[in-house]
């Protein structure tokens, strides 16, 4: 009803809510303006009431709006400051938080540093070389403290490089490097100082100084002491500093490192001095060391008087007083087999295979090298001995270089370039005879698989020659025997017959002289030579393999299959067995066999050059 009324008086019509205004008396003023306008009419007094009563409440409303506004602006002002303290407060909680993360980390780093330098310090078995004391006439001549110490601690390293070791070797340092200077205030001492401290008062290292001095006569003394080093004084003339460091350095090595010692001695072809020096330095020696030096011991006597039987006891004894001895296992088979008992060196593989808990195992494949040459498993025993010279900085650990070793392994894959690269990338040593007897041995192999017959006869006869220095014939142990069929083919049947005669009880000897007679026609001799080879040693595949080939070239086919199959059974990685046995099934007509045989012995041996023509003449025949 008011709403009605209101519209009457204003002259709108019924139920209408607001004034239509002219758009000049827009707003609250102009509004009391026409609303005072139509009242004049009915009453000006009342308009007038009606108009002040009007623009006092557009005032009224004006001041309210004007308030709400610096209210509004008051508010606004007040949140933004709120949140510009939660920003303060946030960046300084996180600025908190991330200096105690920091103070976390860097206490953890100290203390796994800390942990580290503990650990160093009681696992530390270095050599350390301290500056040598020296008067003031040598120091102005250049032959300071330093200087001598720096050549004692070269001609250590000289050694230990030169040393082919199983052994664990000590780390060689100085005194004054490897220092870092990070000084530690509350302490009053660096990093470099701390950790010699915690060596010194937790490590097992070997301290060593000395003295140089010129004697009353113009020469020179020079004289070492250290941990556990007796002292020692060694004299030269005033030009024989390098001689006299190079005897502190052996003195030094051997009261320091005695197993090393001893083995750097037979590397060196100072057998002699090795036997000597084992003999007087193992009461002393630490339990540790004393398997070592039974084992260099052992190895030099093979090297100076063949005395195999010797050798075999010391192994025996090493590999009893520590029976994870590994090498101690590898060298009972090398002597083994150096008495002619290859059944036996085979024995005492497995006996390395069921001590190291199978293959693999504990034991590294390089201390499998006799067992896999004896059973023809060429592919493994080439990676344990790459294996074993990447481990050892190039040299391997075995008693002989590992050149040699590389080509008789490669020559028997028929792989002719890898053997003349092996041979020619080894480092020549007047101290290891075995590098010139076995290049011989090697290179007349090739010349036989070529049937260059000629070359093969004087290569091998130069081997002969060299397989009288016990250091070869121990190392190579039935070497010899190849040496029978290269003469036959080269004519020389008396030379052959002698080979065999001296070559001793070897299954290469028995087997070639079964191709030897064979060859001169007499069957009945061949098989039981073969036969003799299969007895003595029912575990190894090689007479088996070439009693297999003869049984095939005289036409028994079936027969030479079996012989082949039982090659293989016990040398189930060697190639040649394979091949013949996939030679005798094309003359069986069996193509598809043939060619399963011959692309499973391309595993073993795939640059053979001979199998890859049989292969693909097979495949031929089958397409």
């Not at 290292?205 to 002292?231: A, F, K, M, P």
Request: aromatic share 8%; proline share 4%; hydrophobic share 40%.
């Amino acid at each position: 009803m008011a709403e009605g009324m209101l519209g009457g008086i204003l002259g709108g019509e019924a139920g209408k809510g607001e004034v239509e205004a002219p758009q000049s008396l827009a707003g609250a003023d102009g509004f009391a303006a026409a609303v005072a306008e139509r009242l004049s009419s009915v009453d000006p007094q009342v308009a007038r009431d009606t108009s002040t009563f009007l623009k006092q409440q557009s005032q009224l409303l004006e001041t309210q709006r004007r308030h709400l506004e610096q209210e509004h602006a008051a508010r606004l002002q007040y949140l933004t400051g709120q949140a510009r303290e939660v920003d303060i407060r946030r960046f300084e909680l996180r600025l908190r938080v991330g200096f105690q993360l920091f103070i976390a980390l860097f206490a953890t780093v100290i203390g796994i540093g800390v942990a580290l330098m503990i650990h160093d310090a009681l696992t530390s078995r270095q050599v350390v070389i301290e500056p040598f004391d020296t008067p003031s006439a040598l120091a102005s001549r250049g032959l300071t403290g330093k200087v001598v110490a720096a050549g004692l601690l070269g001609d250590l390293n000289r050694l230990q490089l030169a040393t082919r070791s199983s052994a664990a070797k000590r780390d060689l340092a100085n005194a004054w490097s490897a220092d870092i200077q990070l000084a530690l205030p509350e302490a009053g001492i660096s990093i470099g100082e701390l950790s010699r401290l915690l060596k010194a008062r937790f490590g097992h290292d070997v301290h060593i100084n000395g003295d140089l001095v010129q004697s009353e006569t113009g020469g020179l003394e020079l004289t070492v002491r250290g941990d556990g080093v007796q002292q020692k004084t060694f004299t030269g003339n005033v030009n024989e500093l390098p001689r006299l460091t190079t005897q502190a350095a052996e003195y030094v090595y051997g009261q320091s490192e005695p197993a090393l010692y001893a083995t750097y001695l037979s590397n060196a072809g100072r057998d002699t001095e090795a036997i000597s020096f084992c003999q007087s330095a193992y009461t002393g020696a630490s339990q540790s060391d004393r398997p070592y030096l039974l084992n260099i011991w052992a190895i030099a006597l093979q090297n100076t008087s063949g005395s195999v039987e010797e050798a075999l006891g010391l192994y025996r004894a090493a590999v009893k007083m520590k029976p994870d001895f590994w090498v101690g296992y590898n060298n009972i088979q090398n002597a083994l087999w150096a008495q002619g008992d290859e059944e036996g060196a085979w024995r005492a593989g497995e006996d390395l295979r069921r001590a190291a808990g199978g293959r693999p195992g504990r034991a590294p494949d390089q201390y499998y090298q006799n067992w896999d040459e004896l059973t023809w498993n060429l592919p493994t025993w080439l990676d344990g001995i790459i294996e074993d010279t990447e481990t050892s900085a190039g040299i391997g650990t075995l008693s002989t270089a590992v050149g040699p070793s590389f080509a008789d392994i490669y020559v028997r894959m028929h792989n002719a370039p890898a053997a003349e690269l092996a041979l020619k990338t080894t480092k020549a040593d007047a101290n290891d005879p075995t590098i010139n007897a076995m290049a011989h041995f090697v290179r007349g192999r090739l010349a036989s698989e070529t049937h260059d017959t000629a070359r093969a006869a004087s290569e091998m006869e130069a081997f002969q020659q060299s397989y009288t220095n016990p250091v070869v014939s121990t190392n190579f142990p039935g070497y010899d025997c190849w040496i029978a069929p290269v003469e036959e083919a080269a004519g020389h049947p008396n030379k052959a017959d002698a080979v065999i005669a001296a070559g001793g009880s070897y299954v290469d000897c028995y087997r070639f002289r079964g191709d030897v007679l064979d060859g001169r026609g007499d069957w009945p001799g061949a098989q039981q030579a073969y036969t003799a080879a299969a007895a003595l040693a029912p575990d190894l595949p090689a007479g088996y393999y070439s009693w297999g080939v003869a049984l095939a070239r005289h036409g028994d086919l079936d027969a030479a299959i079996a012989k082949l199959k039982a090659a293989h059974q016990h040398g189930p990685h060697w190639a040649d067995p394979l091949k013949a046995w996939g030679d005798t099934l094309i003359k069986q007509g069996h193509t598809r066999e043939a060619l399963d045989k011959y692309d499973e012995a391309l595993k073993y041996a795939p640059n053979w050059s001979a199998l890859k023509l049989a292969r693909d003449s097979a495949a031929k025949q089958k397409s």
